[in-house]
Nanobody
Framework: QVQLVESGGGLVQAGGSLTLSCAAS????????MAWYRQPPGKQRELVAL???????DYAESVKGRFTIARDNAKRTVILQMNSLEPHDTGVYYC?????????WGQGTQVTVSS
């Protein structure tokens, strides 16, 4: 059973920073691409950033230049460094991992940005 455990959410003022972390309980050689999604209040879940198994990263336009995704394959973790946070970044952030073609999700962590 694959488990993704997220941490690092919280409340921050606009302009502040947070770092989210996600740890996967899976053999590192089975771990493919990883991603962060978020679900703003009352809206659908949306892709924030994606990183391939060889660390190629892609970002949603709304977070380019502010967020950075990175992974440590040895530790089976992926982080999302979020800078210059804005109120519209508020939402539940979910970690996603591709494990041998199967998609797994974390339980989500709340990020709230106050104005």
């Amino acid at each position: 059973q694959v488990q993704l455990v997220e941490s690092g959410g919280g409340l921050v003022q606009a302009g502040g920073s947070l770092t989210l972390s996600c740890a996967a309980s899976i053999n590192r050689f089975s771990l493919g691409s990883m991603a962060w999604y978020r679900q703003p209040p009352g809206k659908q879940r949306e892709l924030v950033a994606l990183i391939s198994s060889v660390s190629r990263a892609d970002y949603a336009e709304s977070v380019k230049g502010r967020f950075t995704i990175a992974r440590d394959n040895a530790k089976r973790t992926v982080i999302l460094q979020m800078n210059s946070l804005e109120p519209h970044d508020t939402g539940v952030y979910y970690c996603q991992a591709d494990v041998l073609g199967n998609i797994y999700w974390g339980q989500g962590t709340q990020v709230t940005v106050s104005s």
